[in-house]
Each structure stands twice: as structure tokens, then as C-alpha cells.
């Protein structure tokens, strides 16, 4: 009997900051993907807001490329012809809407210590806003138990997957915590708990200010313009770092932001350049992580 | 070893010798014996027990005066201060002639466990009793220690008060809950209340016997029970059973109660309010590790919606599911209309099929059957219904009660009852908020 994979409930942030893989040896083995607090992913569960959606391939043989965003990030998947359903959901829908994401981790590492994850999706389904809330909610609970698990394997003098179980913890997250701590800084948990509580308070009015109006100086068409202008300018700056960077094979995504960094654009900023610029249609994702000049 | 750690085991040589037996030699003897010569304490015992004129072999092996829970089912002479809970004559065969064996439990504060006297003549006891036992050997049984009164061993009623009465745990089987049975557990210890008791004939190896079984239901959830003799069970009864065996059929696990095992019969209500109440909701990995369960509740997300789910076509013979309007096993026949769903639910903890029939299909999708034909007819898409089923169930949370079983695919929830759950995130959310920045 092989059972089948649970679909673990990870926030984006989480997710993309997983960099350690465990390839299945031989075939029937499943590979995992182990993130920072211990989740030993091969399937994924997901539900937040479709942005961006694109049919990269062509109308015979479509390959849609997809984001979706939770309260902490942006997850990034691809279905081609091997997914035919979740290919199919996606040209149905037009961002922004509410989705759910069934699927199962890639990874692509461009070189050396390198790695980029993304989701080929199985199943893909529009849902109400209530669904990803409920989401949002049962992936903290699920991020907070794996918090718990690396704090208690942290007081063992030698945390095994035994002494944790015996604590109550299941193998899986037993075995992920583990390989977790021999590989991840563990200075991170603190920052993961920041994020918890941020995703909670996405949940809860109370914390929610709103964006900040602009004062009533300029008129908003004004703002529109200078902020039009304003993009415009950033994305042609953009644009000229990742002609600069390329070699080839399209510029390195991350060597991108670190460059925007330098002059003053955020790593927030550069996603919505990008996206602007996908858009337009000035740049495209040959692989995922790079982007390369049309 | 000091003086001090070896007192005990002077005092042991010297209860063994008897009246012949002067202390202070025995615990120069065996000083010598254990810290100059280095000799293992057990063969020091023997050796001076042999030179003393005792008998060797009524020193124990080190193990000495243990507690029930600490036996280990390798003890080669032990010593126990237990009650006698109960005791049980038997004749067996051994090599052709007949032998009194007598059985039953004994407990400490620790545990319970199983016994045997093998030698009916020079030990008895008494039901209630408590005794200290010296000699006795333990054997392992499946995985759990068996107690043996063999010719070595000797009984000593002791004015001790062993509080064992209302002792909630059996030695390596502690008080467990429905949801804890597992197939191939032994002197099972559970308390709960029984349903539909039934006496039933059977032959049995060509002797008819009368057997009882039921259900036995807690508020994790039931199991079959099946009692090998004759027993009076009522309907709503609340019982403890003492050393049942659990064996699982189709993952489900089922209680039986062979000789060894004892019914106590509770005062009403001692079990606190289980009518009419659904079970506690388990996790699908706790009840994947069941293996199986009659009546379960529990909570996921329906992360697929399999082929084969919608409007389906049963023979009418057999009603299994038709493939082009043909029977596997009867051929091409007419059809009967009917609805189902397959899906796969997922709490994050593991994921499990479940299938729901057509009443709950009807309910879960808001339609009737009859609505279902025309909807498929009218779009000439024999999918129509599954795809419908895909759209309202896909990612949402569900909580059903079921049935679980196991076979060579795995666990499968046969669904009784489902709703859809929409958890209150800003109750829930501020709770755990609160709660995170407690541990801040």
C-alpha cells in the first residue's frame, strides 16, 4: 500500500526560503522538500489571491505560469501538459480572484547553493474570500505547531525523530524538524513568528489601518501621472539591469533585486516592476528565476 | 557495591536460610565474593547459599522485589507484592495426563498482570488477597509479560493494603479509549456502554456454544465486541472489561473476550452522559494508525474530487457500477440512476478517501437526483455532476462521521453524515493571537 501524500499548509515566505532537498531514491520513493521550520513537503495546499496569469507556452501546447499571494509572499507555479486539469482551470480564470491550489514542490537550482521553489499544480479551483481565510488561519496553526516542534527539538541535548514523537509530534514533522536543524539557521524562528502574528492580524479588522490616503495637495489624477511617470522610470531601469546582467540564459532574478537595491528600489517594489514588465511584455521568465529581455 | 546496596541482598540469603543464619558472615561472604573477586552478584548468592547449605536456586536473579509495570517477560525469579484480583481453576493436558492449572490477574499499584500456577498443590490463592509472591518467573506473550508460579515459587499472605481497587491501569495494557485499540492488543482494560447485545449459537469445533456480541461505545467512538461464552450484557449497560484481545477486521478493530477475560458490570452513569453524543473528532492520522474505525468524526479538506464521482449507472441485480450500460457480472442490463462521490480529504496531518452515497450527495451539492439526470441530460455532458461536485467541494472543509476501513488501497471513510465548517477566523484568529504573544 502507498499512501498518499498529505498536502501540508505552508505560507509563501516559508516556502520559498526552503532550499533543501531530498531526492527519493529510486523510483517509487517520493522526493521531499524540507523548509525552514521543518515541513517535509511533497504536496502543498495553498489558497490566496491569482495576480498574474499566463499562457507562456503556446495555443497547442499551453504552459500557464501562475502567482498567487498570501499574507506573506508570492507562490510561483507551472502547469503544462502533464497537469491538463489545473492547465486547464487556470485559462479559465482572470486575476485577480481567489484560488486553491493543490499541488506538488519543484525546485530549479540555476547553480551551486542556489535553489528556487514553485508549485506544479494538480488541482487549481476559484474560491470564495471565506476559503482563504480559513487558510490563512489553519496555516498558522500548522506553522505554529512546526515552531513548537523546532523549539522543543532545540532543548534536546540530541533531537531524534524517536524523542520527538515521544514528545507527540508526528514522524513527519519529527523527521522534517530534524533535517531541518542540520541544515537552516535557526535564528529564523524568531522572524517566522513575526509572520504568524502578521497573518493573523491580516485576519482581524481591528488591525487592519488601510492604505494611507494621499493629503489633498495634488489632484488624484496628478499623483496618478506622477506615480505613472515615476514607474515608468523605475521599470526602464529595471529593464536596462536585466539586459546587463544577462549572459545568455537571462539575468539572475536575485542578482536583479540586489542590484535595484543599491539604487534605491525595494525588494517589495522590484515584484510589481516585475510584473509590470511581464505585462508589457518587455521581459519573460525563460526559466523560473530569470528573466530575460524581448 | 557498598554495604548499604548490598543489604537487601543479604537479607534474601539470610530469609533463605532460615534460622541458621548469621547476617554478618553472610555479609562478609558476599562482600568478598562481589568487590575482591569480582563475581556477578547473582553467582555470589548462589555460591554462598550452596556453601551455607540453602538452596541456590531460590535466590532470585538479581531482579529481586520488582514492581508490576517493571516486569519485562525475561525475569528468571522475581518477587511481587500484588493483590489477587482473580482466580481461575482449569485442567489441561500435559502428555496425556490431566493437570490443575489455576489463572488469573494479579495487580499492584503499578499494573496488572496475568498469572499461571503451575503447581496447585503447594501455592494457593485467594481472590482478593493480598500476597507477597517469592520465585515466580516470567515469560513474554506477545509482547506482554506473563507472570508463572512454578515449584519454586512461594506465597506469603502479607498484612500490606495494596490500594488496587479503583486502579485505572492493567500491567502493560493501561486503561484505553475506543479510539486507541489497535488490531493484535492484548489485556485490553476499557470501560463503556454496550448496544444491540445479542447471544448467539455457534458450533465450534463441534460443540455448540453460546457466544454474546455488541457494540462497546466511549466518547472516542465504538467497536464491535464479541464475548466466547456465555455472558448477560443489556442493552445500555456500562461495563469494564478486563483482558480482551482486540482483532482487526478490514482495519476496523473488534473486541474479544476470551476465558481470561472479565465483564464488571458499573452503576448507571458512572461513564458520565454517552447517549446520542457523536465522537470526539480524531485526527486522519490517528485514525489511519487505527487502521480502521466503526464510527469516527473528523475534520478536512477535500483536496480532490476522484473519477467515478457524480451521476452513476448500477446494475440492477447487483448494483455494481455500470461501464457503458454493462454489468462486470451481469452483462448489458438497465440501469439504475444513482449518485455518489469520491474525494480525498486532507487535515495536514494525513489524507484519507471518503465516499459519500447518493443521500449525502444530494446534500452536499444541493440537488436532488432527479435534478441531477436532467442537468446531465440537458448538457449532454455525462460529467455534469462531477464537475458540479468539483466547483462546491474543492478546498473546502468538511466535517464527517463515518465508517473507516482498510484494504490493500488504504483507509477509506464511508460517510454517514458531512457538513460543510466555516471556522469563525476572527474568534479563532484573536485567540491564537493572544495566545502567541503570551509565549512572547
Redesign the interface.
Known sequence: ?I???????VFAAEFNSSNLEMKGEGEKTPSYLISPLGAKINRI?V?GVLTDNENVGNENEPVWRAKITDPTGTFYMTAGQYQPEAAMALAKLQPPCFV?V?GKFRTYSPEEGKMYVSIRP??V?K?EA??R??????T???T?DRISAMEEAMKLVEPTVEKLMQIGF?RPLAEGTVHSLQHYHQEDISRY?GM??DA??F???EYQTGPEMPLEAASPEEIELEEEQDDVDKEALVLSMIESLDSGKGAAWDEVVQKAKSQGIEREEMDSIANSLLDKGFVYEPVLGRMRKI | MDREELAPHVEEIARVLGEKADKSKIAEELEKYVNLYRVSLEWAKRDILKKMGGNPDSVGDGSGRKNVADLTGDEQSVDLLVKVLTVNPKTIEVGGAHKSIVYGYVADESGRVPYTVWETESVQLKQGSTVLIRNAYTKEYKGTPQLNLGNRASVEESEEILDVADMPSGGGSAEVKVADLTDGMNYVVISGRISKPERREITASGEKKTIVTGILSDETGSAEITVWKDAELKDGDEVRIIGAYVKSWKGMPKLNLGDKAEIQVLAKGSLGDLSGSSPKVRTLEDVELSGGAMDVVVRGTMVDVREGSGLVMRCPDCRRVLQKSTCRVHGKVKGMDDLRIKAILDDGTSSMSVVFGKELTEQLLNISIEEAVKITTDERNPDAVKEMAEEKLFARTLEVRGMVRSDDFGPMLIAREARFLEADVREEGAKLLTEMEGFN
Open positions: 500500500m499512501s498518499r501524500e498529505v498536502a501540508w499548509r495546499f489558497v486553491a493543490v494538480e488541482r479551483g474560491v471565506s476559503v481565510d480559513g487558510w490563512v488561519l489553519e498558522c496553526k500548522a505554529m508526528s513568528k504568524v502574528s493573523l492580524k485576519l482581524l479588522p
